[in-house]
Nanobody, 119 residues
Framework: QVQLVESGGGLVQPGGSLTLSCAVS????????MSWYRQAPGQERELVAT????????NYADSVKGRFTISRDNAKNTVALKINSLNSEDTAVYYC????????????WGRGTQVTVSS
């Protein structure tokens, strides 16, 4: 059974930092591109960062470039998202997604972790 479990969210003050983690089980992580999405209240889910299966390539939404860093450790079956200089617009539920590099129809989602930026 494939499982993606996000953690690391919480209440953070503006300007603060945090690191989200996605623990993956039940699949070969090195055969999947990994992404982080977020969904703010009343808004559509938004792609914020993607990392290739090998970790060689990363891409970010324009809105988070320079503040977000995605990384992965295939040996530990984890993917991380480091977020710096948090602001209120970063308040959202953050989701981790795995997508097979060959059979792209195969994708798996976690249940999300809440990040709230407030003073």
């Amino acid at each position: 059974q494939v499982q993606l479990v996000e953690s690391g969210g919480g209440l953070v003050q503006p300007g603060g930092s945090l690191t989200l983690s996605c623990a993956v089980s039940g699949l070969v992580l090195s055969a999947h591109d990994m992404s982080w999405y977020r969904q703010a209240p009343g808004q559509e889910r938004e792609l914020v960062a993607t990392i290739s299966s090998t970790g060689d390539d990363t891409n970010y939404a324009d809105s988070v470039k320079g503040r977000f860093t995605i990384s992965r450790d295939n040996a530990k079956n984890t993917v991380a998202l480091k977020i710096n200089s948090l602001n209120s617009e970063d308040t959202a539920v953050y989701y981790c997604k795995a997508q097979h590099i060959v059979y792209s129809i195969l994708e798996y989602w976690g249940r999300g972790t809440q990040v709230t930026v407030s003073s």
